[in-house]
């Protein structure tokens, strides 16, 4: 069964910092495209970033450029986000989201999301 | 970039009605395009890809087409579990969201 659980969330202070993880299982995690996807409370959903099988490749939406960071690891069967310089606009829920092979552009396995929220 | 646009935003309808949902790109985005269901407090789950084609385990009541920048996805027969929140999506960008409800 394909599972990914986030991990990571919580509050944190406007300008401050946080990395999420995202924990892979049930597939051959090197194989595919990740992606990390928000969403505002009561907002709709926001693509983020994404990565490629072998790292080779990667997006940024505009919002995220420069401040945030994806990874991952594929002997540890786990993707990363590092947030830095985080705003208020910034607290959403975020998920991760597996690509499908051959088709990246679409999302067919979610995690659960965790929860970011920058306030002071 | 390209924007999506769903219609409409909120849609009261009853069990075993037919639902449709249209998107709209502002330019041609050919058949890259797929639609989600999201239930409150859950993740998105996909539905169909490739404008037209059914995610596996997804039932058959449920139904894409269009090409260019006109879209739909269709109900068939809405059944209770189909409440939800539906988004399009174009490689990068989700349309807004259109909330199906109980009329």
């Known amino acids: 069964e394909v599972q990914l659980v986030e991990s990571g969330g919580g509050l944190v202070q406007p300008g401050g910092s946080l990395r999420l993880s995202c924990a892979a299982s049930?597939?051959?995690?090197?194989?595919?495209?990740m992606n990390w996807v928000r969403q505002a409370p009561g907002k709709g959903l926001e693509w983020v970033s994404y990565?490629?099988?072998?790292?080779?490749?990667?997006y940024y939406a505009d919002s995220v450029k420069g401040r945030f960071t994806i990874s991952r690891d594929n002997a540890k069967n786990s993707l990363y986000l590092q947030m830095n310089s985080l705003r208020a606009e910034d607290t959403a829920v975020y998920y991760c989201?597996?690509?499908?092979?051959?088709?990246?552009?679409?999302?067919?396995?979610w995690g659960q999301g965790t929860l970011v929220t920058v306030s002071s | 970039d390209i924007q999506m646009t769903q219609s409409p935003s909120t849609l009261s309808a009853s069990v075993g009605d037919r639902v449709t949902i249209t998107c709209r790109a502002s330019?041609?985005?050919?058949?890259?395009l797929a639609w989600y269901q999201q239930k409150p407090g859950k993740a998105p789950k996909l539905l169909i890809y490739k404008a037209s084609s059914l995610e596996s385990g997804v039932p058959s009541r449920f139904s894409g087409s269009g090409s260019g920048t006109e879209f739909t996805l269709t109900i068939s027969s809405l059944q209770p579990d189909d409440f939800a929140t539906y988004y399009c999506q174009q490689v990068r960008t989700f349309g807004q969201g259109t909330k199906v409800e109980i009329k």
């Open positions: 330019q041609s985005i050919s058949s890259w």
């Open positions: 990565i490629s099988s072998s790292s080779s490749t990667i």
């Open positions: 049930g597939f051959t995690f090197s194989s595919y495209s």
């Open positions: 989201a597996r690509a499908k092979q051959w088709l990246v552009y679409y999302f067919d396995y």
